[in-house]
Each structure stands twice: as C-alpha cells, then as structure tokens.
C-alpha cells in the first residue's frame, strides 16, 4: 500500500523559513517523480513543484520560483520542501504526492500557517 | 500558464442520478509526444485529493466504473452515473501538459 506522510508543517513568520518532509513507503521510491502541491484554507489545489527520479531535474511555478526549493533522498525514501522568504498566501494545506506527469496517490496534507 | 475552467461550479444531483461536469483548457492538451495529460480528482469533504481518471479517459486503481471520462484537445468532460453518497464532494480537472501544470477552480457536487 503506498503510503506517504508528511511532516514539519506549523506557524512560521513572514519572510522565515520552513522545511517541510514527506516519507514514503508501498512503492520504490526512486523510480518516481515526486511532487508538491498546496491548497488554501477554502481555495483550489496548486502544483508548487515537481522533482524528477534521481533529483537532478526540479520543476516550478513562478509564484513559488527562487523561494521553494524541492529535494529528495532516495536512500531514506524521503522528499522535501524548502520554503524560503515565506509571504501570507503561501498559507495553506501541502499535500506529498506521487507524481507521473500528474499525482497519482496523495499524502494527507501539511498546514503552514504564515502570520506574524 | 494554462487556464482550465470547469463548468458548472456546483452541481445537485439524486442519488442514482447521472450527471457530467465539463472542463476546458485555454491551449491544446495534446503533448509532443501524442499523449493528452488530462485528469480528474475528487476531494471529498475533510480528504485528500484522489485520483480518478487519467490520461483523459483511463480509471485509475479501485475506480468504479460509474465514472467515465472523454474529451479531446481542449474540451473534457467527466461523467458519473449511478451517483452514490461518497460521490460528493468537489471535483478538480488537471492539465500535465504545459509547465506550469494546472488544475481547474472545482465543481463541487451536491446532494438534491
């Protein structure tokens, strides 16, 4: 069963850091993209960034370009999510998914809450 | 980016009913490589996001066969027939594409 877990989420100031983890199990993990995506409390789903296999490609929008940065470590079957210089609508639930050309299984979400 | 703009926002259906919601991509979804990268999620009250349909018109894992998706180029549609309770909650379209990869404004579906 493919199971991924987040963590790291919480309260972090505007223009701090955060560093959110994902921990995934049920699937070999080094043979797939893995991805992040976002949704603001009540809003719609947001791809934030996507990271190829063995983590030499990485992939973003340009309202998280330069500030997020996505890695992995396939030897602990684990993805991360730098988040730098972070503002007020980068608010909302992060979601760890699995990722060929689109999410395929999700994890149950991370909230990062940026408020002074 | 890519504008995906689902219609209706919100839906009332019957249980057992049938109903379909439309989605439309301001470009061409067709990739270099031939393959559409058109999905369908539904995320259920207080849930994940779950995959149903990919590739415009595959079920994805454990899917019943009460959802059925088609489309072509920049006109989709994602159809449920039979509607039962765990059907509800709001539907997303999405787009692989063009980078940046996007998803639809939701329609949520609703009980009559």
């Known amino acids: 069963e493919v199971q991924l877990v987040e963590s790291g989420g919480g309260l972090v100031q505007p223009g701090r850091s955060l560093k959110l983890s994902c921990a995934a199990s049920g699937f070999t993990f080094s043979n797939y993209y893995m991805a992040w995506v976002r949704q603001a409390p009540k809003k719609g789903l947001e791809w934030v960034a996507t990271?190829?296999?063995?983590?030499?490609?990485?992939y973003y929008p340009d309202s998280v370009k330069g500030r997020f940065t996505i890695s992995r470590d396939n030897a602990k079957s684990s993805l991360y999510l730098q988040m730098n210089s972070l503002k007020s609508e980068d608010t909302a639930t992060y979601y760890c998914?699995?990722?060929?050309?689109?999410?395929?299984?999700w994890g149950q979400g991370v909230m990062v809450t940026v408020s002074s | 980016d890519v504008v995906m703009t689902q219609t209706p926002v919100s839906l009332s259906v019957s249980l057992g009913g049938q109903t379909s919601i439309s989605c439309r991509s301001s470009q061409s979804l067709v990739h270099s490589d031939g393959n559409t990268y058109l999905y369908w999620y539904l995320q259920k009250p207080g849930q994940s996001p779950q995959l149903l349909i990919y590739?415009?018109?595959n079920r994805f894992s454990g899917v019943p066969d009460r959802f059925s998706g088609s489309g072509s180029g920049t006109d989709f549609t994602l159809k449920i027939s039979r509607v039962e309770p765990e059907d509800l909650g709001v539907y997303y379209c999405y787009q692989g594409t063009h980078y940046p990869y996007t998803f639809g404004a939701g329609t949520k579906l609703e009980l009559k």
């Open positions: 990271i190829s296999t063995s983590g030499s490609r990485t």
């Open positions: 590739k415009v018109s």
């Open positions: 998914a699995r990722h060929e050309r689109a999410p395929d299984y």
